[in-house]
């Protein structure tokens, strides 16, 4: 649009001072006058090329608001601040299934990186990682906060170890989801993945649990896959973690915790099919409990 304003004019050159112009212009010889419109349009196909590349960039950054200030909207000063620190990794992959646009954003691991405590029993759980996840309609219409209350974007959404099967070793998750301006954004919480990083991270995002049904385990390799059968949405995301980040001792320790019970509050926490939600503020909260 502004590049289509710039070169559109209805002002118009004198006619005297055109026809000087084509007069100088016949004089010179052909090939400096060939030499001449080459460069001429060259630097102005550049120009163009430049204008709507930095259009094009700057429309994409405002159409979504940045992690930080989704995390400070959801009341969470510190783990806005951790997005915009340098341990924040920003993807902003998007993929597209039925119908809707799914952005992955950022995604930042760390120790007591958020306002809000976790604990396992009565210990305290401060390694976690948080990733921002924003939804569209892919035919442009606004998502709508009824909708989302009513149960219409049951996505499940968490994150998923290459080498492990899913359906046997369920990652903590859980999490917030808010509407702005017609952009579903989800702030996912799980466990610490970064020590998992030296094995591959996914971030999974389906209409139903990852079972072997909806997600294909290749026992040679370990790779996960959505399973081409389902019937439903069902993406991967793979995150692109630091390898130096892994630490397997601690990987290993989680593993066998795993069967305990993440001892939550859970007063006031409505459960429906196996999953915790509370909504308050305009915001739906929300804990997986398979």
């Known amino acids: 649009m502004i590049l289509r304003k710039a070169l559109t004019s209805s002002e118009t050159p004198d006619p005297k001072l055109i026809q000087n112009l084509k007069s100088e212009l016949i004089k010179e010889e052909p090939i400096l006058k ?152 989800v702030l996912i919480e799980s466990d610490d993945i970064s020590v998992f990083a030296d094995r591959g991270v996914y971030i999974h995002v389906s209409t139903g649990f990852p079972g072997s049904d909806v997600i294909t385990f290749h026992e040679e390799t370990g790779e996960l896959t959505p399973n081409p059968s389902y019937d439903g949405i069902n993406i991967l995301f793979d995150l692109p973690l630091d390898k130096s980040l892994a630490d397997p001792v601690k990987a290993q320790e989680y593993l066998e915790r795993l069967q305990l019970d993440d001892g939550l509050d859970d007063s006031s926490v409505e459960s429906v099919d196996g999953t915790e939600s509370r909504t308050e503020r305009g915001v739906t909260e929300w804990r997986q409990n398979d």
Request: aromatic share 10%; charged share 20%.
């Open 34 to 185: 060939k030499t001449t419109i080459r460069r001429s349009f060259s630097m102005a196909a550049a120009i163009a090329a430049s204008m709507v590349l930095i259009t094009a960039t700057a429309f994409a950054a405002w159409q979504l608001m940045k992690p930080a200030d989704i995390a400070s909207e959801l009341g969470d000063t510190v783990l806005s601040a951790a997005f915009d620190g340098e341990s924040a990794i920003h993807i902003n992959e998007s993929q597209t299934a039925g119908g809707y646009k799914f952005t992955l954003m950022s995604i930042v691991s760390g120790n007591d990186i958020s306002d809000y405590s976790r604990f396992y029993g009565d210990q305290p759980v401060r390694d976690r990682t948080y990733a921002v996840l924003a939804t569209q309609k892919e035919d442009g219409s606004p998502m709508n906060f009824d909708e989302l209350i009513a149960g219409e974007y049951s996505f499940r959404i968490g994150p998923l170890v290459r080498g492990l099967k899913p359906w046997q070793v369920f990652i903590s998750r859980g999490g917030s989801a808010t509407i702005i301006d017609g952009v579903m954004y």
